[in-house]
C-alpha cells in the first residue's frame, strides 16, 4: 500500500490505556487490597479494605499462542469473569472473578482444555523465555522448544506448591541471555570462535562496528583479496557472540559446538537478600532438538536436590549460600571444573578471600 | 531484486539496499528514492552527502544520534526540532531511508 | 551435520506457495520432529500452530512450520533481520526474512509487530478479541504474551501488509512498541489492580512516562536501548533491578504497620517455631523482636526487603508514607557482563501529577547527561561505571547519599577539595 493512499492519520498513543481492561471491582478497589491468601495452589484471593473479595484463578500458556487460543481464553473470560483477563510477567495468564462460586468450574474448563491450573506461591512458575529458531535473528536453539520439554517434566511442580520457595527459570537462545536471570537458567553456550564469511561480510558489515563489539579485542582489520576484512584472533576470543549481532558474516552459532550451560543463584527479588546474579555450574550439554532430554536431567537434578534439602523461604541461591558451593555440587552430582572459575572482569569479587573452608 | 537506472542493472536485496556499494552514483540515488516514494530535494541531497562523506571517513554509518546534532547544529534546531526534520525527509526514518538512498549497508541486529 | 538435508524439504508441497492440500489431503507438510513436541502435559505451541494452520490454510504458517522442522533438523536459525517500518517511525516491526526461501518460499518474509499492551498486562476481552481480528486478517495469527521486553508480538506478516495493519490497529487504540536505539516498551506488575503491597500507583506512572517519551520510542537516536519497570513494591515482580536501566520500585519511609491481633493469630495458627525460624530470623538486619506476645519491627533497622510482610501478609504491610525508588543500570551479559542497577534515587514521593511531573523531569535529565557523555552502544549502566557514578550525581543535579553505596570507598585513589 502506497502512503498516498493511505487515510488515517497515525495517533502516537504509546501503551494501550488500562482502566476499561480492569474489572469493576478492581477498578471499585483500587489500591485498597488489605491483604491475600492462597487458598489452594493456582489460586489467590485478595480482600480489600471495603470487604470486596476478588479471586484469581491463574494458569500455565505455551506464550507462543495463536488468535484461536486467545479467543478460547476470552470465552472463559466472558463466561466466569465478566470480560476480563490479564497475564503475568512470566507468561501465565490470570481470570479475576469476585464470585467464589466461579473457582471450581473455571479450573474444570481451563484444565480441560489443556491449560495447567497452578503457578502460585512456592512453586516452579513458567519460564521466562527468548524467541530461538522461529523468530531470532541470532539463535542457536529454540527456546519454545526447551521450555515445552522442561516444562512437561516439571508439570507437578508448578500445580503443587511443594517448594522452599518459589523458582524462576528462564532460558535463552544465545549467550546475550534475554531471558534473564532466574532461579534457574539454561543458556546457549557457544564453543567456538565465529566463522567468517569474507565474500558476505566485505559487502554487508560495518567493520569498525564489529571491531568495537568485541569486549575483548580479538578482531581485528585484515585484508584478504584485496579487500577489507576482519579476522579474529582465536587465542582471545572468548565466544561471546557479540560479534555476530553487529555481523551477521561473523556466524557463530554451529550445530555441533553451540551448547548449553546451565547456571544457578539468580534472584531479582529484594527479600531478605539483596538480588543476586547467577553462577555457572554446569555446561557443554548438547543443543539436542526436539526434547533436550540432558538439560532437562539437569534441571531436574537441581531441583530435587533443592526440594529436599532447602528451607522454607530459601530461594536456590540462598540455600546454596548456607550449604555452600561444595555441598551443592555434591548434592546434585554435578561437576565443578576449572571453566567454572571466573576469568573475567569482577573475576576477583568471585574468589574466597578468606580462610572460610568447607570440607 | 535489482533495479535498472540508464540501462544498467543493480543488485538490491529485500529491502531495496544495494548489494554492492561501490554501485552507487546519484542516477542510482534518485532511482532508490524512488522505490521510497521520495523525490529527491535539496535537503534530502545534504543528508544523502553527510551520510556518503561521514562513512568514507569512518567506514561506518553515523548513529542517528549523530545526524541528528549535525542536523540540530546546522539548523539551529534543538534536537526534537531536528528529529521531526528528518523525519519530515524521510517518513520511515533516516536509518531505514537515508542510508538506503545514500548506498551504505543496511543497519543491524536488534540488541 | 546429519540431518542438514533431511527433513521437511524433502516431502509435501513446495510449488511456491500454491496453499493448496498436499495428495494426501492435509494442508501441512509432515514435521516429525516438531510433533515430539506435541505429546507431554504441558501446552504445546507446536499443537497450536497446527491447528491454526489447518483452520485459516495460511502458506505463511506452514512455511513457518516447515523452517523450524528444518531448524529443529539442522541445529540452525534461517532468519535475517532487515529495516520495515512504518510512516513516521523508524523502530517498532522487527524484521525477518528467511535465508532458505529458495527451499522454503511460504515463509519468506515473517516480520514480527511489536505492540506496547497497557500497563500491568490487563485486557478487556472486547480489546484482545479486536486485536486477534485485525492480526488474523492481514498477519499469520501467531501471537507471543508477551516478549521479555513487556510487548505483545504479533509475529508473521509481510512488508506490504505492514501500513494497513498497523493503521487497523491504531485506530483501535493499539500503538508500536520499541525498539533499537531508544525507549523501549515498559512493564508494570499488577500494582494497585490487586496486590496489597503496591507503594505507588505504578500502572499510571507507566502510562504517563510512556506517553511522554513517545516520540523516542518510534523514532530512536540515542546510544542505545533505555528500559522503564515499575514495581509496586521490592518484591519487584518485573525483575527491574536486573531487567530495566530505569528500575522504578515502590517503598516507603516509616514503619511497617503492624496488626497485632493477627500476628497473634498467625502465631496461634502455625506456631512460635514458624515465626522465630521463618520470620525473625529470615529478617536481614535483625529488625524483629519477640514484644508481649506480638512483635517489634524497628523501623530505623528495617532496610524494606518485604520478606517478613510477605510471610504474614494479614498481619503485616508497608507504612504509611509511600514513593519510590529509583535504581538504575540495569543490564544483562552483553558485553560487560550482567549488571544490576544500583540505588540513585532513595525516595520520591509519587502520589499526584506533581511528582509525576517531577520524576520525568528529573529523567529528562538523567537522558540528556546519558546522550552527551555516553558511547554508541553504551547502556546507561555502562557509562555510569565508566564515567563514575560521582560525575552522573554531579552531572544530572542529584545529591549524593550513603543509600547509593554498600560501603564508602575502600581506596585513596580520588583528587578531592581541600
Redesign the interface.
Same mark, same amino acid.
Not at chain 1, 1 to 4: E, G, P, R, T
Not at chain 1, 30 to 37: F, T
Not at chain 1, 175 to 181: D, S
Given at each position: 500500500?502506497?502512503?498516498?493512499e493511505?487515510t488515517?492519520k497515525?495517533?502516537?498513543?504509546?501503551?494501550?490505556? +488500562?482502566e476499561? @481492561?480492569?474489572h469493576p471491582v478492581?477498578r471499585k478497589n +483500587? /489500591?485498597?487490597?488489605?491483604?491475600?491468601?492462597i487458598p489452594k495452589p493456582g489460586v489467590l484471593k485478595?480482600v480489600a479494605e471495603s470487604g470486596d473479595a476478588?479471586w484469581?484463578v491463574r494458569a500455565?500458556?505455551?506464550?507462543?499462542?495463536?488468535?484461536?487460543?486467545?479467543?478460547r481464553?476470552?470465552d472463559v @473470560?466472558?463466561k466466569y469473569c465478566d470480560?476480563?483477563?490479564?497475564?503475568?510477567?512470566r507468561?501465565n495468564?490470570e481470570f479475576?472473578t469476585p464470585n467464589e462460586g466461579n473457582v471450581e468450574p473455571m479450573i474444570a474448563e481451563l484444565e480441560s482444555m489443556?491449560?495447567?491450573v497452578g503457578g502460585t506461591g512456592m512453586c516452579v512458575s513458567s519460564v521466562?523465555h527468548?524467541? /530461538?529458531?522461529?523468530?531470532?535473528?541470532?539463535? @542457536?536453539?529454540?527456546a519454545? /522448544?526447551v521450555v515445552?520439554?522442561m516444562?512437561?517434566s516439571l +508439570?507437578n511442580e508448578f500445580k503443587d506448591m511443594q517448594m522452599p520457595n518459589k523458582v524462576r527459570l528462564s532460558t535463552s537462545c544465545c549467550?546475550?541471555?534475554?531471558? /534473564?536471570?532466574a532461579d534457574i537458567a539454561v543458556v546457549v553456550k557457544h564453543t567456538r570462535p565465529p566463522r567468517i564469511n569474507h565474500d558476505h561480510l566485505v559487502?554487508?558489515?560495518?567493520?569498525?562496528?564489529a571491531v568495537?563489539?568485541?569486549?575483548v579485542a580479538a578482531i581485528r582489520p585484515t585484508v584478504i583479496d584485496g579487500k577489507k576484512t576482519l579476522m579474529v584472533d582465536e587465542k582471545k576470543c572468548i565466544c561471546?557472540g557479540?560479534c555476530f549481532? @553487529?555481523?551477521?558474516a561473523m556466524e557463530i552459532?554451529h550445530?555441533?559446538h553451540?551448547k548449553f550451560a546451565i547456571w544457578v543463584g539468580?534472584k531479582?527479588?529484594?527479600?531478605?537478600?539483596k538480588?543476586s546474579?547467577?553462577s555457572l555450574v554446569a555446561h557443554n550439554l548438547p543443543?539436542h532438538?526436539?526434547?533436550w532430554p540432558e538439560v532437562t536431567d539437569v534441571v531436574g537434578r537441581i531441583l530435587t536436590a533443592y526440594k529436599a534439602g532447602g528451607?522454607?523461604?530459601e530461594r536456590v541461591g540462598e540455600w546454596i549460600g548456607r550449604i555452600g558451593w561444595k555441598r551443592f555440587f555434591e548434592e546434585t552430582g554435578l561437576t565443578f571444573d576449572e571453566n567454572m572459575i571466573d576469568s +573475567?572482569?569482577?573475576a576477583r569479587t568471585t574468589f574466597n578471600q578468606s580462610a572460610h573452608v568447607r570440607f | 531484486m535489482a533495479i535498472e537506472v540508464n540501462g544498467m542493472s543493480y543488485e538490491t536485496d529485500e529491502n531495496g539496499y544495494l548489494v554492492n556499494l561501490e554501485d552507487w552514483n546519484e542516477d542510482v540515488a534518485v532511482k532508490l528514492a524512488e522505490g521510497e516514494e521520495i523525490s529527491m530535494e535539496e535537503g534530502h541531497w545534504d543528508l544523502v552527502k553527510f551520510l556518503r562523506n561521514y562513512y568514507q571517513e569512518y567506514q561506518i554509518a553515523p548513529a542517528v544520534k549523530v545526524l541528528t546534532k549535525a542536523v540540530a547544529t546546522e539548523k539551529g534546531m534543538d534536537k526534537k526540532e531536528a528529529s521531526e526534520f528528518l523525519y519530515g525527509l524521510f517518513p520511515k526514518g533516516p536509518a531505514l531511508q537515508a542510508c538506503k538512498i545514500a548506498g551504505l549497508p543496511k543497519p543491524t541486529g536488534c540488541v | 551435520m546429519s540431518g542438514a538435508n533431511d527433513g521437511a524439504v524433502n516431502g509435501g508441497c513446495h510449488c511456491g506457495g500454491c496453499g493448496k492440500p498436499d495428495d494426501n489431503g492435509q494442508f501441512l507438510n509432515p514435521t516429525p520432529m516438531l510433533d515430539e513436541l506435541e505429546s507431554g502435559p504441558w501446552p504445546s505451541f507446536i499443537t497450536g500452530f497446527k491447528e491454526l494452520a489447518e483452520r485459516t490454510q495460511k502458506p505463511m504458517l506452514r512455511g513457518v512450520l516447515d523452517q523450524l522442522e528444518y531448524s529443529y533438523n539442522t541445529r540452525m536459525g534461517y532468519w535475517k533481520g532487515g529495516l520495515v517500518t512504518v510512516d513516521g517511525y523508524g523502530a517498532g516491526i522487527i524484521t525477518r526474512y528467511s535465508m532458505i526461501k529458495d527451499k522454503i518460499p511460504e515463509a519468506a518474509e515473517f516480520h514480527t509487530m511489536r505492540i506496547q499492551p497497557a500497563p500491568g498486562l490487563h485486557y478487556n476481552t472486547q480489546m484482545l478479541r479486536e486485536l486477534c481480528d485485525i492480526w488474523e486478517k492481514h498477519g499469520s495469527g501467531i501471537i507471543a504474551l508477551h516478549g521479555q521486553t513487556g510487548d505483545i508480538m504479533l509475529q508473521g506478516i509481510e512488508q506490504d501488509k505492514v501500513q494497513e495493519c498497523f493503521d487497523e490497529l491504531n485506530q483501535a487504540g493499539w500503538d508500536l512498541g520499541g525498539a533499537g536505539a531508544g525507549m523501549r516498551t515498559g512493564v508494570s506488575c499488577i500494582g494497585p489492580g490487586r496486590c496489597e503491597n503496591a507503594c505507588y500507583d505504578n500502572l499510571k506512572l507507566h502510562l504517563t512516562a510512556l506517553k511522554h517519551f513517545v516520540g523516542q520510542v518510534h523514532r530512536p537516536e540515542w546510544n542505545y536501548k533505555l528500559k522503564f519497570k515499575f514495581s509496586g513494591c521490592p518484591n519487584d515482580c518485573t525483575n527491574s533491578i536486573m531487567r530495566s536501566d530505569l528500575a522504578v520500585v515502590g517503598t516507603w519511609k516509616d514503619a511497617i504497620q503492624i496488626d497485632q491481633d493477627e500476628v497473634r493469630a498467625w502465631i496461634d495458627e502455625r506456631g512460635m517455631d514458624a515465626l522465630v525460624n521463618n520470620v525473625i530470623s529470615r529478617c536481614p538486619t535483625k529488625a524483629i523482636t519477640l514484644k508481649d506476645g506480638g512483635i517489634d519491627i524497628a523501623a530505623r533497622d528495617c532496610v524494606r526487603c518485604m520478606h517478613c510482610i510477605n510471610a504474614m501478609p494479614k498481619a503485616l504491610s508497608p507504612g504509611k508514607e509511600r514513593g519510590i525508588s529509583l535504581l538504575m543500570g540495569g543490564k544483562n551479559t552483553l558485553k560487560v557482563g550482567v549488571n544490576m542497577g544500583s540505588l540513585i534515587i532513595p525516595f520520591m514521593k509519587m502520589e499526584t501529577d506533581e511528582d509525576r511531573e517531577a520524576f520525568i523531569e528529573q529523567i529528562e535529565e538523567i537522558i540528556d547527561w546519558w546522550d552527551d557523555a555516553g558511547l554508541d552502544h553504551e547502556r546507561i549502566g555502562e557509562t555510569i561505571e565508566r564515567v563514575g557514578l560521582k560525575q552522573f550525581l554531579e552531572g544530572v543535579g542529584i545529591e549524593h547519599d550513603i543509600n547509593q553505596v554498600t560501603r564508602p570507598r575502600d581506596n585513596p585513589y580520588f583528587k578531592a577539595k581541600y
Open positions: 500500500m502506497s502512503s498516498q493511505r488515517w497515525t495517533i502516537e498513543s504509546g501503551p494501550h490505556t +488500562y476499561e @481492561a480492569l478492581v +483500587y /489500591g485498597k487490597w488489605k491483604y491475600h491468601e485478595h476478588i484469581t500455565g500458556t505455551q506464550r507462543q499462542d495463536t488468535v484461536d487460543m486467545l479467543r481464553l476470552c @473470560a466472558d470480560g476480563f483477563l490479564r497475564f503475568t510477567v507468561n495468564v479475576l489443556g491449560f495447567p521466562s527468548t524467541q /530461538g529458531w522461529l523468530h531470532c535473528d541470532i539463535p @542457536a536453539t529454540d519454545s /522448544g515445552k520439554s516444562m512437561d +508439570y549467550a546475550i541471555n534475554c531471558g /534473564g536471570q559487502t554487508t558489515c560495518e567493520l569498525p562496528k568495537a563489539r568485541c569486549p561471546c557479540a549481532g @553487529a555481523c551477521p552459532n550445530p555441533e553451540s539468580g531479582n527479588s529484594n527479600a531478605r537478600t538480588p546474579t547467577m543443543n532438538p526436539p526434547r528451607r522454607p523461604w +573475567y572482569r569482577h | - | -
